[in-house]
């Protein structure tokens, strides 16, 4: 079955940067898209970030945008998202997910990984 | 960009009785359309994508309808099992994707 685990979360100070990472399985990566969502506590789900099957489009939240980058290694199976100069609102658990394409539903999701900015 | 407005916000239904679930999109998002379960402490789950196909493992007793701005999530003979937080999310004109932001549905 189709497994998304995802990992690098913790708790970072305003302004310093995480890279999360989620290793899929059970899937033929390199023919899906994929995106990361995040939910903060308590609220409702927000799209952050999405990757063509390829690396070759990219499209980012206006609220993430030229601070998160998203990536694909589709020889290792895995998708990544770099976050800088994070900010505390950028706290949440985020999760990734393949979708078919740009016009696509996000069909798996994985569990989460939690992402705390605070001083 | 789009706003998915979801309604009602939350709901209380007995077991067994058929609920309806609405999402409105701000402009025309055709059939790109998708619905998700999100129970308490879980990831979301895909229900319903292009406004009425199931996904795989999904119970008939989900059904999705609507095209255009207009979109409904039917729940028939509810069960507990069913008590959890329901997203739609259009994906048609992007970025950003959007999402709903939410109808959390309990048991009475």
């Known amino acids: 079955q189709v497994q998304l685990v995802e990992s690098g979360g913790g708790a970072v100070q305003p302004g310093k940067s995480l890279r999360l990472s989620c290793v899929a399985s059970?899937?033929?990566?390199?023919?899906?898209?994929m995106h990361w969502v995040r939910q903060a506590p308590g609220k409702g789900l927000e799209w952050v970030a999405f990757?063509?099957?390829?690396?070759?489009?990219?499209f980012y939240a206006e609220s993430v945008e030229g601070r998160f980058t998203i990536s694909r290694d589709n020889s290792k199976n895995m998708l990544f998202l770099q976050m800088n100069s994070l900010r505390v609102e950028d706290t949440a658990v985020y999760y990734c997910?393949?979708?078919?394409?740009?016009?696509?539903?996000?069909?798996?999701w994985g569990q989460g990984t939690p992402v705390t900015v605070s001083s | 960009e789009i706003v998915m407005t979801q309604s009602p916000v939350s709901l209380s239904v007995s077991l067994g009785e058929r609920v309806s679930l609405s999402c409105r999109a701000s402009?025309?998002?055709?059939?790109?359309l998708a619905w998700y379960q999100q129970k308490p402490g879980q990831p979301p789950r895909l229900l319903i994508s292009g406004a009425s196909t199931r996904a795989v493992g999904i119970s008939p007793r989900f059904s999705g309808s609507g095209s255009g701005t207009e979109f409904t999530l039917t729940i028939s003979n509810v069960q507990s099992e069913d008590v959890a937080t329901y997203y739609c999310?259009?994906?048609?004109?992007?970025?950003?994707?959007?999402f709903g932001q939410g109808t959390k549905l309990e048991i009475k």
């Open positions: 999310q259009q994906y048609n004109n992007w970025p950003p994707y959007t």
């Open positions: 402009h025309l998002v055709i059939s790109n």
């Open positions: 990757i063509s099957y390829d690396g070759n489009k990219e």
């Open positions: 997910g393949n979708s078919p394409g740009v016009y696509g539903a996000i069909d798996y």
């Open positions: 059970g899937l033929s990566f390199g023919s899906f898209a």
